[in-house]
């Protein structure tokens, strides 16, 4: 049984996931099979109607399909914010048909929110191998100016035809690909909180995104190049990704610090030249930031931690609220760092016992790290090669901002990461002036 039938089978949401060349002449079939006796809506955008969403309709009707007239997005700054969900919500208020979601993120993040809140189940046609999301329990939607992952269940049904997948635009198979690359440093967070006895590995959640992850991202040049077999296996990647989140009802098994970044940069409404990042680019610089990361912390000798030191410097909880609401001042979210950080506090007794974990335990925690872990370099030639963006500066983020950013995304998750031994440590610092200095990876002035 393949890695994907497994997987399905562990999933509670998504019934029937179909991934080949030929998959596109099943959606008719496939959608009688699910739904029977029921309407079908496709849901798309102008570009994923033209590119996929106008042969579904066809097919359903010569197939009999009973079909409502398509909803189109149409306009041109569409993206993944709250008021598009509550426009798709208001028109599927009006009857019972059941929503095709004919696209990648946007447009799927959209329908299964709107899906969820009129009481329906959805069917996904994936255009792109773009992202993890399509089997993914929850929607990632913007809303009152952050990003935030709404509950909702995953697709019934996901259809992904490799073909179409194949011909998709380069960026968008480059984003899935630095999107599954971020399985790798998500898993190393996973790894730590595990270690320090924050937050167990949830081994099925586990077995399902990792294993088979480096296979899946072993051919950057044909991914880029459109190559069935790769683009195959990429797809499948995400689509396992997606199903660990819906086993765990948590994005932790797909995301860590990496993920972190491109959150906050969001939520700051960055664009560069006044457009939005694809959330597949602002996660390639991500991980590439926290692989740099780890190349230093697995060059650190916490074996000899200084614990009374990093005790010293960790704040009390009047000190941090503090610090979380200075640094979100003058923002549209204010709270948030407050919230968040409030939420994963510890004691100085706690912080005690954990760090004496890490010390005690270093060697072990190290060997799991390193062979998690895939070296910068390696990881930066990897996305080069598939043609995501490898410096801050190719989405519009300076090498300042950066080291700001690995500053603040502690701040605004509750999810335990590297960036959060980092600071209960005491070695933040240390290590952004070794990236940032002189000799490091981003020198700045």
């Known amino acids: 049984m393949s890695k994907v039938a497994t997987a399905l089978e562990s999933a509670n949401e998504t019934k029937a996931l179909i991934i080949s060349k030929e998959a596109l002449f099943q959606a008719s079939n496939l959608f009688k099979e699910q739904f029977p006796n029921q309407t079908a809506i496709i849901i798309a955008d102008t570009i994923t109607y033209g590119v996929l969403g106008k042969q579904i309709e066809t097919q359903f009707n010569e197939k009999g399909v009973q079909q409502l007239e398509p909803y189109i997005y149409t306009d041109p700054e569409l993206y993944a914010e709250y008021k598009f969900v509550d426009e798709l919500v208001a028109v599927l208020k009006t009857h019972q048909a059941i929503p095709v979601a004919v696209g990648s993120g946007t447009i ?126 990429l797809t499948e990647g995400l689509m396992l990704g997606g199903f660990a989140m819906q086993w765990s009802k948590s994005s932790r098994p797909a995301s860590g610090a ?136 190719h989405i519009g983020i300076t090498k300042e901002k950066l080291k700001e950013t690995f500053i603040s995304a502690q701040y605004i998750r509750r999810r335990f990461t590297i960036l959060d031994v980092a600071v209960r440590t005491g070695y933040l610092n240390q290590w952004l002036n070794q990236l940032f200095g002189k000799d490091g990876i981003w020198k700045t002035a």
């Open 108 to 233: 799927n993040d959209l329908t299964k929110l709107a899906a969820h809140l009129t009481n329906r189940p959805y069917m996904c046609v994936a255009t792109a191998a773009s992202m993890d999301g399509y089997t993914a329990f929850g929607a990632s939607i913007t809303a009152n100016g952050a990003k935030q992952t709404f509950n909702c269940p995953a697709p019934q049904v996901c259809l992904a035809d490799t073909t179409i997948l194949s011909a998709a635009p380069t960026a968008m198979t480059a984003s899935g690909y630095a999107d599954l690359f971020a399985k790798i440093t998500a898993g190393a967070d996973w790894i730590f909180a595990d270690a320090l006895g924050v937050e167990p590995i949830d081994e099925t959640a586990w077995s399902i995104v990792q294993d088979g992850l480096h296979e899946a991202l072993a051919d950057p040049k044909g991914t880029r190049n459109g190559e069935i077999t790769a683009v195959t296996q």
């Open 258 to 393: 990496e993920h972190q970044f491109s959150h906050l940069w969001n939520m700051e409404h960055h664009l560069n030249n006044g457009e939005h990042v694809s959330h597949g680019f602002q996660v390639s610089i991500g991980t590439l930031a926290i692989t740099a990361l780890y190349d230093v912390v697995l060059k650190t000798d916490f074996e000899n931690l200084d614990i009374e030191a990093a005790l010293k410097q960790w704040p009390t909880k009047e000190e941090l609220k503090e610090q979380s609401l200075a640094i979100f001042k003058d923002t549209d979210f204010p709270e948030i760092g407050l919230q968040e950080t409030a939420a994963k506090y510890i004691d100085h007794q706690e912080l005690a016992q954990q760090l004496q974990t890490l010390k005690d335990n270093w060697s072990s925690i190290k060997a799991r790290l390193a062979k998690q872990i895939i070296p910068f370099e390696e990881a930066k030639t990897r996305l080069a090669t598939v043609g995501a963006p490898t410096e801050p500066e």
